[in-house]
Every structure is written in structure tokens, then in C-alpha cells.
């Protein structure tokens, strides 16, 4: 079956970078669409981040924008999230998604397949 792994999640201090990056397994074809999510406990799964690599086209909410940059790196399937200028806001556990067809990649509902999630805690 296919698996999505996230990559690059640890600890830094507030202002400071992290990349994450997630590979596809198992998968022969080109996703429509791929993103980021995020989930902090009791809070709802937030998509932060798509990339539509058939037409270039990106989405980003407005919580990271400005701040974050998805990015279609040269193997099938692969994108890093590059993340800047980071607050403790931004603490979660961040999963990379992914969509077959069509449909986006910012939704939950749309999601055909998910990575089992990276941590990223931001200290003061």
C-alpha cells in the first residue's frame, strides 16, 4: 500500500527554520496534488500548505503565509515544506497528504492518502 514518510520535525527556538520533507513509497504515478497539514491537540486539522505540480499552482493559509514556502523537489512525489520566521504558535504535529485524481489538497475531506506526522515544537 502506499506510504507517505515526513522527514526533518524537531525543536527550535522561536525565529528560527526548519524543513520538512516527505517521500512517496510505493506509488508509481503523479499525484494531483500534495500538502501540509497541521494538529495541535483538541484543535482541528489545519491545511496549511498545497502544491499542484500539472499547473504550478500553490495554496498557503493565512496563519503561515509570508513564513512558509511548499516546494515540488525533483523526485516523484516529494515536497519540503521550508519554514521561517517560526513562533510557538506553529507547535504541532505537521502531516504531509496527498491526492490522487483531483479535488485539492487543503481540505481534509479530499485526502486520499496520509504520512503518519512529524513533530515540531517551537520554544520561547
Known amino acids: 500500500d502506499v506510504q507517505l514518510v515526513e522527514s526533518g520535525g524537531g525543536s527550535v527556538q522561536a525565529g528560527g527554520s526548519l524543513t520538512l520533507s516527505c517521500a512517496t513509497f510505493?506509488?508509481?504515478?503523479?499525484?494531483?496534488?500534495m500538502g501540509w497539514f497541521r494538529q495541535v491537540p483538541g484543535k482541528e486539522r489545519e491545511g496549511i500548505a498545497a502544491i499542484y505540480p500539472g499547473t504550478g499552482g500553490t495554496y498557503y493559509a493565512d496563519s503561515v503565509k509570508g513564513r512558509f514556502t511548499i516546494v515540488q523537489e525533483n523526485g516523484k512525489n516529494t515536497v519540503s515544506l521550508r519554514m521561517n520566521t517560526l513562533k510557538p504558535e506553529d507547535t504541532a504535529t505537521y502531516y504531509c497528504?496527498?491526492?490522487?485524481?483531483?479535488?485539492?489538497?487543503?481540505?481534509?475531506?479530499?485526502?486520499?492518502?496520509w504520512g503518519n506526522g512529524t513533530p515540531v515544537t517551537v520554544s520561547s
Open positions: 497528504a496527498s491526492q490522487r485524481y483531483g479535488g485539492n489538497c487543503r481540505e481534509e475531506f479530499a485526502i486520499d492518502y
Open positions: 510505493r506509488y508509481s504515478y503523479n499525484f494531483h496534488c
